[in-house]
């Protein structure tokens, strides 16, 4: 409405002219970012590489443009375009772009890995040969070795201050390693094997001052302890059962209670051992489906047309490749859970838990496994307090369009890459190498993402319940000092008066003819009092 009401305040050719630069705007995004980049606009640095050395590989979230005009940053739910004039436009070749994308742009460590494996050798050898100590020949020298397992021949450096790989100001870095060779901390915040990576924005930095678990600890803090208990139950049950209603599932009161035990033990659970994960997913499976081992099945996420036909969402990483991926993860799990880590908890949690659902190392269970970690690790990092769990699969479940778009920002950026076949039975066969795919992934929209569901469930799911129990109590007091009757009764009754606003409505009345009129009259005055003061 306020837009409206802009329009009308505004001249005719004022409002003409936002429509066509809004226009114009979208219009020039959905070309740059499906490839269709003008003639004045000159490809940079990672969009380069991947142009010039023919890289089938998914574009950079970051896309550089030499072009006319001023510097502009141009951002969208797709991705971010940022423009540069003629005076940034680096020397001619391979070496040149890759300079500009180590000086300008986040890493992304897919295209670099790819895009080393197309390089000469010796163009970086003489590059680095001849600037040794230079900040950005040192970052792509130590990416290369890094990469490839191949040493150049660069000699150590012996002296000079160390560097960060990762520029903070860019990206959430990791626990620092430092790297003797070529005198650099080591940021990621995984490995050669696994590591997904999170640009720094403006949208991320603003939820670090949100002061999220400094708010859930004042909500939790001013209940009574039995409040709280109970409170926590019900939490832990919701969650529950919302993790398995996003998966379709109406769980029985027995895989309900297994899910909510493990739940409650979250912070004991060990996620960097392989048999730990194997015993959790066996325990929150069929039986029948449990595993001993990782899937030995390429499976994928699909949905049946009336013809049952298949049609793809999402392709697994292949099963051969599940091993070293895991590995991967779990050494990254477990350098985010390190005491020395300054890595922020919900980025910690987020990458460990979209990093495992996109990894899909079960042949079920993943989608609940990886709303699992989440709790895991945020326990585990002391971000929530203890004992209490954040029903973000509620906050997932509540809109699911939400979640689906922020698995979708992975899976549509490498599905035009995954090669495959589905043979008559609906069996897929992945035909390429697609392992680097899930190595390497932007994870900066499904940080975004998680940030706001776990902010959604403080204000919302956690702050409601504990204000509801609150009123309960005291509106149950309120009524048996008015009329002493069993509690279930009671509870009936606290229940239709507040969910009709404070009134007893005449077609419920009749369900409690043994109250007069002024006592009904006495109970709903105390309800409505008993809200206020428990909202209050």
Known sequence: MAFQGEI??????????????????????????????TSRETPLGLHALIEQLALEIPRPAVRSLLARGSRRTWISDAGVIEHYPRAYEPEAGLIGQLRFALRYEPLDLGVYKA????????????????????????????????????????????????????????????????????????????????????????????????HLPERAHALVSAVDPTVLKRAVHYLFTKETKSSFAIEGETPNENRTSRFVATLMRADQFDPTRKQSLIELQNAIVDPRYAQKDWRDLQVYVGETLPDFSQRVHFACPKPEDIPSLMDGWMRM??????????????????????????????VDGNGRLHRFI?????????????????????????????????????????????????????????????????????????????FACIEETIDQDLKE????????????????????????????LIRLIHQNKGRLSSTKRKLFQELSDAEVERIESAILAAAGEAAG
């Open 115 to 210: 895009a080393f494996n197309r390089m000469d050798k010796t163009e970086l050898e003489r590059w680095i040969q001849n600037e040794p100590n230079g900040i950005f020949a040192r970052r792509a020298w130590y990416l290369y070795e890094l990469f490839s397992g191949r040493t150049l021949d660069v000699a150590d450096l012996k002296s000079g201050p160390y560097i960060d790989l990762l520029n903070p100001d860019l990206h959430i870095v990791g626990p620092a390693v430092r790297i003797r060779r070529q005198r650099i901390f080591a940021n990621l915040l995984g490995n050669k094997d696994y590591c997904p990576l999170i640009r720094r924005t403006g949208k991320l930095t603003a939820n670090f001052t949100k």
């Open 8 to 37: 009308f305040e505004l001249p005719l050719w004022n409002v003409f002219d936002r429509w066509m630069r809004l226009l114009e705007h979208n219009f020039y995004l959905w070309k740059v970012l499906m490839g269709n980049d």
């Open 465 to 492: 319940e504990l204000e509801f129990l609150a009123f309960f109590d005291l509106a149950l007091r309120s009524v048996m000092e008015i009329v002493d009757m069993p509690n279930q009764r009671a509870t009936l």
């Open 333 to 362: 799990i477990s350098g985010l859970l390190d005491p020395g880590s300054a890595v922020d908890p919900v980025c910690a949690a987020g990458a460990g838990a979209f990093g495992f659902v996109f990894l899909h190392p079960f």
């Open 374 to 450: 989440v709790h895991n690790v945020l326990a585990r990092l002391k971000w929530t307090p203890q004992g209490v769990v954040f029903p973000v699969s509620v906050a997932m479940l509540r809109d699911m369009a939400a979640y689906d778009r922020a698995l979708e920002a992975f899976s549509s950026a490498i599905a035009p890459f995954v090669h495959y076949q589905l043979d008559a039975d609906q069996r897929m066969l992945v035909e390429n190498e697609t392992a680097d795919l899930y190595r390497f992934f932007d994870a900066t929209v499904q940080m975004e993402y998680l």
